[in-house]
């Protein structure tokens, strides 16, 4: 039996519904049975008619009445959560028809999920079928819960309809958080002289430019030099400024990187980013972010609670991209009282030299590629380093085990962790603006 598709096409509410004819061998018996009593008049051939041609038709009645009252909805109460944690999800299946689903398949065709999920269920008359479904979040990313396909047909299989639901919710997975208590980060210097030490009004100020001498300055202010060039007394103009600013560079170079998917030197990088990051908050510091995938990312430091969402999402959708780390400290200048923390697996010293100007202090966290089956070392990286004097703190493997552990096992957090800060409000507004 071959099948034929009919035109009959709607769209609806973001809906696409689709009527498929089975088999031709219904609406041929009925012609035929049809030409047999015209020609015949024998009663028999009428009786076979009406039998089939109500059997055709009632079979059409059917899934056209499931066409215009059968509705999906998917319902996702997250908008966020960290690797590791099981989000819920609640599906309904409506039916406002008059006539049963005797049977239905739920398809899941979202493009981020690795296996399609099918569930196949029955649906009463004027009835609502709920089901519950757990999704184990096992990569950082986000991620979308549909668009959805229902297949469904009459109880004689003559027609199958299937509707495409383009609904969808999306869903940010974060990366998991290590504490890193053990991680010491050096503070800022004045002007790049770590060894000076400051009062506490010196440590909230910076230079900010120069101006005119005005009655009143302080005589510590006055810039000398441009003094003696302009012939009349010019003073530095100072701003506010946190010297205890962290700026975190992240190195994605497609080129330096080792391991593959979760088990790489850039998962292990932005799961150190993350997580370090999130200690600077708690610490009420202010924390930019700098990383380069596809898209240059640059946060500027701020310690408000929604910048912490803000580098939870860029590093949930970090990749790797074709920007040096040396590019990227030389795309724009960093205050000389900020604190400047690179994380790199790369084996080239070049970096180094591009921050060696920008003043203030800076520290290296080094992700060890030979772990990640890479034959090139850093050595000439720890020596570039111990040259200038810059600190550095090996990262090892490990850590990546230490941030996937539930994930491995195939455990998750319980219930109540995501209930604390997670919760969609569903007002309009982007995902990671709706968290309370």
């Given at each position: 039996?071959?099948?034929?598709?009919?035109?009959?096409?709607?769209?609806?509410?973001?809906?696409?519904?689709?009527?498929?004819?089975?088999?031709?061998?219904?609406?041929?018996?009925?012609?035929?049975?049809?030409?047999?009593?015209?020609?015949?008049?024998?009663?028999?051939?009428?009786?076979?008619?009406?039998?089939?041609?109500?059997?055709?038709?009632?079979?059409?009645?059917?899934?056209?009445?499931?066409?215009?009252?059968?509705?999906?909805?998917?319902?996702?109460?997250?908008?966020?959560?960290?690797?590791?944690?099981?989000?819920?999800?609640?599906?309904?299946?409506?039916?406002?028809?008059?006539?049963?689903?005797?049977?239905?398949?739920?398809?899941?065709?979202?493009?981020?999920?690795?296996?399609?999920?099918?569930?196949?269920?029955?649906?009463?008359?004027?009835?609502?079928?709920?089901?519950?479904?757990?999704?184990?979040?096992?990569?950082?990313?986000?991620?979308?819960?549909?668009?959805?396909?229902?297949?469904?047909?009459?109880?004689?299989?003559?027609?199958?309809?299937?509707?495409?639901?383009?609904?969808?919710?999306?869903?940010?997975?974060?990366?998991?958080?290590?504490?890193?208590?053990?991680?010491?980060?050096?503070?800022?210097?004045?002007?790049?002289?770590?060894?000076?030490?400051?009062?506490?009004?010196?440590?909230?100020?910076?230079?900010?430019?120069?101006?005119?001498?005005?009655?009143?300055?302080?005589?510590?202010?006055?810039?000398?030099?441009?003094?003696?060039?302009?012939?009349?007394?010019?003073?530095?103009?100072?701003?506010?400024?946190?010297?205890?600013?962290?700026?975190?560079?992240?190195?994605?170079?497609?080129?330096?990187?080792?391991?593959?998917?979760?088990?790489?030197?850039?998962?292990?990088?932005?799961?150190?980013?993350?997580?370090?990051?999130?200690?600077?908050?708690?610490?009420?510091?202010?924390?930019?972010?700098?990383?380069?995938?596809?898209?240059?990312?640059?946060?500027?430091?701020r310690a408000d609670p929604a910048h912490r969402w803000r580098i939870l999402r860029a590093l949930a959708m970090a990749e790797a991209g074709r920007r040096s780390l040396s590019e990227l400290i030389g795309l724009r200048h960093i205050a000389q009282t900020a604190t400047m923390i690179a994380i790199?697996?790369?084996?080239?010293?070049?970096?180094?030299?591009?921050?060696?100007?920008?003043?203030?202090?800076?520290?290296?966290?080094?992700?060890?590629?030979?772990?990640?089956?890479?034959?090139?070392?850093?050595?000439?990286?720890?020596?570039?380093?111990?040259?200038?004097?810059?600190?550095?703190?090996?990262?090892?493997?490990?850590?990546?085990?230490?941030?996937?552990?539930?994930?491995?096992?195939?455990?998750?957090?319980?219930?109540?962790?995501?209930?604390?800060?997670?919760?969609?409000?569903?007002?309009?507004?982007?995902?990671?603006?709706?968290?309370?």
């Open positions: 039996m071959r099948k034929a598709e009919s035109d009959n096409t709607i769209t609806k509410n973001k809906n696409e519904a689709k009527l498929q004819l089975n088999t031709w061998l219904v609406p041929l018996l009925v012609g035929v049975f049809a030409v047999l009593y015209a020609f015949t008049g024998f009663r028999g051939w009428l009786i076979f008619f009406i039998g089939f041609a109500g059997v055709w038709l009632l079979a059409l009645l059917w899934v056209t009445s499931l066409r215009n009252n059968l509705y999906i909805e998917r319902n996702l109460h997250l908008a966020w959560a960290t690797v590791g944690d099981s989000v819920h999800e609640e599906l309904k299946l409506i039916n406002n028809s008059w006539l049963p689903v005797v049977w239905v398949e739920i398809i899941d065709i979202s493009a981020s999920l690795s296996t399609q999920m099918r569930i196949v269920s029955d649906v009463g008359i004027k009835t609502t079928r709920t089901r519950h479904l757990s999704h184990m979040c096992r990569q950082r990313g986000l991620y979308t819960l549909g668009p959805t396909r229902l297949r469904t047909g009459d109880p004689f299989g003559i027609y199958t309809l299937t509707i495409h639901d383009f609904h969808s919710d999306a869903i940010l997975v974060t990366p998991p958080l290590l504490p890193l208590t053990q991680l010491r980060i050096v503070p800022a210097g004045w002007a790049g002289d770590q060894r000076r030490r400051r009062g506490a009004i010196e440590r909230q100020i910076s230079d900010a430019g120069v101006r005119n001498y005005l009655p009143g300055d302080s005589l510590r202010r006055i810039h000398w030099q441009a003094t003696a060039r302009f012939d009349k007394l010019i003073v530095r103009q100072l701003e506010a400024s946190a010297s205890g600013d962290w700026w975190i560079f992240v190195d994605l170079q497609d080129g330096v990187q080792a391991g593959e998917g979760r088990d790489s030197t850039s998962e292990l990088s932005v799961v150190l980013a993350a997580s370090l990051a999130m200690r600077g908050l708690k610490e009420h510091r202010r924390v930019g972010l700098v990383l380069a995938g596809p898209d240059l990312v640059w946060l500027e430091p790199t697996p790369s084996s080239d010293p070049s970096w180094i030299l591009a921050a060696g100007g920008r003043g203030g202090d800076q520290m290296a966290l080094l992700v060890d590629p030979t772990e990640f089956g890479s034959p090139i070392d850093q050595s000439r990286v720890i020596s570039a380093l111990a040259y200038f004097g810059v600190p550095y703190q090996h990262i090892p493997r490990s850590l990546l085990e230490d941030a996937y552990p539930s994930v491995a096992i195939g455990l998750h957090r319980p219930s109540s962790d995501l209930q604390n800060g997670k919760r969609y409000l569903k007002q309009g507004r982007a995902a990671w603006q709706q968290l309370s």
